[in-house]
């Protein structure tokens, strides 16, 4: 049994969870685009009120650390540093996508799909794709094949594929699509998923079991891709 808060600011939503034991998680989701700032500590004060804890009494804090929003990202960490150094607690870093394909094989779609392999794919921007393979297991989370990847859509790598997921489907549906089997590409596919607390307190209740949690002061995002912007010549050039 564990207490953990989860925070995800890498995307455009900010999303809290606190698990309390064996309770469900107390989660607090909206999307905000740039606003995280501003709901994220209060939040965190909110879910601590009313399970009536205190920060400290806590097991560990969470964090979605990426790869996502390069300044959604840096938020998220700096807060939990921040949180984790005041109330001298331990951390858990949690990959998006993991994050992701945590809560993707609980969904109806998924479970209906009979699919055993699986790849997220989310919008990287710059028209980049940041991408990871991974393949169910018996009563335990997904496990992840590989790195967590960042190419061009046609750089993913689809083979023996059973379901895929995540934003990249809508932002690069053609360019992707053109190397996915017919029946991937009819139905097994979800374009709305996408990171949340839930996921990343998932990943992290099965790391902390595993003894995975880390020092605050090594802490850092997972940015995959350290150029975060385009120069005007290189967005002409994207855009023929």
């Known amino acids: 049994m564990t207490r953990i808060l989860a925070i995800d600011t890498s995307s455009a939503w900010c999303s809290v969870a606190l698990s309390l034991d064996d309770a469900p998680p107390l989660v607090r989701h909206q999307k905000v685009s740039a606003g995280a700032s501003q709901l994220l500590l209060p939040w965190v ?30 938020l998220g960490v700096a807060v939990v540093q921040g949180l984790a150094i005041a109330a001298k607690l331990p951390v858990l870093a949690v990959a998006s996508l993991d994050a992701i394909a945590s809560q993707l094989v609980l969904s109806p ?13 989310l919008d990287a921007r710059m028209g980049e794709v940041y991408w990871a393979r991974y393949r169910t297991t018996q009563n335990a989370l997904p ?16 083979a023996n594929i059973e379901f895929l997921a995540g ?25 709305e998923i996408g990171v949340n607390a839930l996921g990343v307190l998932a990943c992290a209740q099965a790391m902390w079991s595993q003894g995975l949690q880390q020092d605050v002061h090594l802490l850092e995002p997972l940015y995959i891709r350290n150029k975060v912007a385009l120069t005007s010549i290189e967005r002409s050039q994207q855009h023929g």
């Open 109 to 121: 779609a998924f479970v209906s799909s009979g699919a055993h392999s699986f790849v997220v794919a």
């Open 167 to 191: 934003s990249a489907i809508t932002e690069f549906g053609e360019r992707l699509f053109s190397s996915i089997p017919k029946a991937l590409a009819n139905s097994h596919l979800d374009s």
């Open 143 to 158: 496990q992840r094949e590989g790195d967590i990847h960042l190419s061009a859509p046609e750089g993913i790598d689809l």
């Open 45 to 74: 004060e909110e879910l601590l009120s009313e399970a009536s804890i205190e920060l400290s009494s806590l097991d560990a804090i969470a964090i979605g650390n990426g790869p996502g929003a390069f300044t959604g990202v840096r």
